[in-house]
């Protein structure tokens, strides 16, 4: 059986999945096709050709398409009804007015509860979705047994950690909701003297003062006025209570660039800014080990599955290890924001219809790829100098362990907000040096965002951090150092670092780069960042690859088995 399922109904991270007899044969984000980050204001178009395209399928042979919301805020998965204005609509937008198979929305939280348990390892589990807002929501949990999901509790919009994230992430001068991860990671640098601005958020479902206390009880059904007008109330809120703390917000400032390497200068930022993401931090983490240990002792429970956007706040994740310890499991799926959604409608409507087979999302390259003769012909065509290698991770490791910063493009793209090995930036771990550069010269970011490494299992990974048992393969959990000697570059102010597992098996190709990285450092370790630079999507297609190294300060690109260097 074989079902589509999509997310972008909420006009950002827009993307395809395609699933059939419990494998995941495509997925793609619409942002990685139009090369517009997070697709804002976008359907999932180009992606929906590309899943069908890459597997081969033709749309009038798949049997349902689910969609990871619905926008009528009632059940968890209705079938739309083929006479109805919301197919003709769908059918005109994302499908070039094709028929369509058997449609369902799909509520928007359930989608994310589902992407998270049914591709879990776990066969019960307590399940968290927390973001923004979703179908009048912003926070779920469930009880998940076999193949059933029963939701628990619910929160409203003026519960919403999503929310917060954004408006605090405005009011340091970081950015956009699009920049909520730098907001945790300036938090590392930072004092929670804040922290009593959101005590309101300690209690569920409490936070903002609600719709109905500003009198907009109408909006609660109406999605644009609930991200318009009330958003508006509530950040009102937010700027009285920072106020009356004595803080004073930070605007972003005009960019200025180096005149010799023309990096992005960044000013330093503010110590009020640094202590209120502080302060946001500690009482996010505080608050999601109070739900989770309330629920996981309610029922009984010793797993937890996480998604929604915020569940890719890694540090409140991965301090879950130490503040439950009875937890035994935690996971965070790859796609936790709302480019998870399409996997989530995909399964869920799977589930409905009978087929409960599990995906496997271990490996989340699931994306494009380029074949050696593709890449040939597109170095050729722009008559790049190039070195064909009898073996890339030989030649690549070379360059790293000699201090190089190398672009790495293997294989298919990933899916999510993190390189996991196909589309990567790689670095010896050991020279904070090198993350300066890759921060300023080749990101044009702020210098002080942290790196992941990346660590095959074994004994290397189980002396230097803590709960190293439980590293995830998708960099979903920081954990935190107990030996630093040889990880300046990974390692973050707080002292924890976002660790990949790496468990590809010995004949892929990133596992033999950290192999060889092992033979010539002692460490099968790597610094693993994006191949992207600033406000851009991940690289998808090799153009876009060789654009990166020529107009940044990386050295080298390691493209299928090409060596392209400066």
């Known amino acids: 059986m074989r079902c589509l399922g999509l997310s972008g109904g909420y006009r950002h991270d827009a993307a395809a999945c395609l699933v059939e007899d419990g494998v995941i044969l495509a997925y793609v984000e619409e942002e990685r096709l139009s090369r517009q980050r997070h697709a804002v204001g976008s359907g999932p178009r180009r992606c929906i050709d590309w899943v069908l395209e890459e597997s081969g399928v033709e749309l009038g042979d798949v049997d349902a398409v689910g969609l990871a919301w619905n926008p009528h805020f009632d059940g968890d998965v209705d079938e739309i009804s083929a006479d109805s204005p919301e197919y003709a609509e769908?059918?005109?937008?994302?499908?070039?007015g094709r028929d369509l198979p058997k449609t369902f929305y799909v509520?928007?939280?359930?989608?994310?509860?589902?992407?998270?348990?049914?591709?879990?390892?776990?066969?019960?589990?307590?399940?968290?979705?927390?973001?923004?807002?979703?179908?009048?929501?912003?926070?779920?949990?469930?009880?998940?047994?076999?193949?059933?999901?029963?939701?628990?509790?619910?929160?409203?919009l003026q519960h919403s950690w999503g929310w917060l994230y954004q408006m605090v992430t405005e009011h340091t001068g970081l950015g956009s909701w699009q920049h909520a991860g730098k907001t945790m990671a300036l938090a590392a640098l930072g004092t929670p003297r804040y922290a009593g601005v959101f005590d309101e958020f300690r209690t569920f479902g409490q936070g903002f003062p609600s719709p109905e206390e500003v009198g907009m009880a109408d909006v609660v059904r109406d999605n644009?006025?609930?991200?318009?007008?009330?958003?508006?109330?509530?950040?009102?809120?937010?700027?009285?209570?920072?106020?009356?703390?004595?803080?004073?917000?930070?605007?972003?400032?005009?960019?200025?660039?180096?005149?010799?390497?023309?990096?992005?200068?960044?000013?330093?930022?503010?110590?009020?800014?640094?202590?209120?993401?502080?302060?946001?931090?500690?009482?996010?983490?505080?608050?999601?080990?109070?739900?989770?240990?309330?629920?996981?002792?309610?029922?009984?429970?010793?797993?937890?599955?996480?998604?929604?956007?915020?569940?890719?706040?890694?540090?409140?994740?991965?301090?879950?290890?130490?503040?439950?310890?009875?937890?035994?499991?935690?996971?965070?799926?790859?796609?936790?924001?709302?480019?998870?959604?399409?996997?989530?409608?995909?399964?869920e409507v799977l589930n409905a219809l009978g087929d409960h087979r599990r995906p496997d999302i271990t490996d989340a390259r699931l994306g494009p790829s380029y074949s050696d003769g593709d890449i040939a012909g597109i170095l050729g065509s722009y008559g790049i100098s190039h070195k064909r290698s009898n073996d890339i991770a030989a030649d690549t490791a070379d360059l790293v362990a000699d201090g190089r910063v190398v672009g790495w493009f293997q294989g298919r793209a990933e899916v999510g907000p993190r390189a996991l090995g196909a589309r990567s930036i790689v670095a010896r771990p050991d020279r904070d040096d090198l993350a300066w550069r890759a921060n300023t010269q080749i990101k044009n970011r702020e210098p002080w965002r942290p790196f992941s490494p990346s660590v095959l299992p074994g004994e290397y990974m189980n002396t230097r951090w803590k709960h190293?048992?439980?590293?995830?393969?998708?960099?979903?959990?920081?954990?935190?150092?107990?030996?630093?000697?040889?990880?300046?570059?990974?390692?973050?102010?707080?002292?924890?670092?976002?660790?990949?597992?790496?468990?590809?098996?010995?004949?892929?190709?990133?596992?033999?780069l950290l192999r060889e990285m092992e033979k010539r450092t002692g460490a099968p370790a790597v610094l693993n960042t994006s191949l992207n630079g600033r406000e851009e999507p991940i690289v998808t297609r090799p153009p876009e690859a060789l654009k990166l190294l020529f107009t940044s300060q990386m050295d080298a690109l390691a493209m299928g088995s090409f060596l392209i260097t400066k």
Not at 123 to 146: F, K, N, P, Q, W
């Open 90 to 96: 769908l059918s005109a937008s994302a499908f070039a």
């Open 107 to 156: 509520d928007h939280h359930l989608a994310h509860a589902a992407s998270a348990y049914r591709t879990s390892p776990y066969r019960s589990s307590l399940v968290l979705t927390i973001d923004g807002y979703g179908d009048a929501r912003s926070m779920v949990v469930y009880r998940a047994d076999g193949d059933r999901l029963v939701e628990l509790a619910s929160a409203g």
């Open 224 to 347: 644009r006025r609930l991200g318009g007008a009330y958003y508006d109330e509530a950040e009102s809120w937010l700027g009285s209570r920072l106020q009356q703390y004595g803080f004073e917000a930070s605007r972003p400032r005009s960019p200025r660039y180096d005149r010799v390497t023309g990096a992005r200068l960044h000013p330093p930022v503010a110590d009020a800014a640094a202590d209120l993401a502080s302060s946001l931090q500690k009482t996010f983490e505080e608050y999601l080990e109070d739900i989770a240990s309330t629920y996981l002792r309610r029922e009984g429970l010793e797993h937890l599955c996480v998604a929604g956007g915020v569940g890719l706040n890694c540090k409140a994740m991965g301090s879950l290890l130490t503040r439950l310890p009875n937890l035994r499991g935690i996971y965070v799926p790859p796609v936790a924001a709302d480019m998870g959604g399409a996997l989530g409608a995909a399964v």
């Open 468 to 512: 190293a048992d439980q590293a995830s393969p998708h960099m979903a959990l920081a954990l935190d150092a107990v030996d630093v000697d040889g990880l300046a570059a990974v390692v973050h102010d707080d002292g924890t670092s976002r660790v990949q597992r790496v468990a590809y098996g010995e004949d892929d190709p990133y596992t033999a």
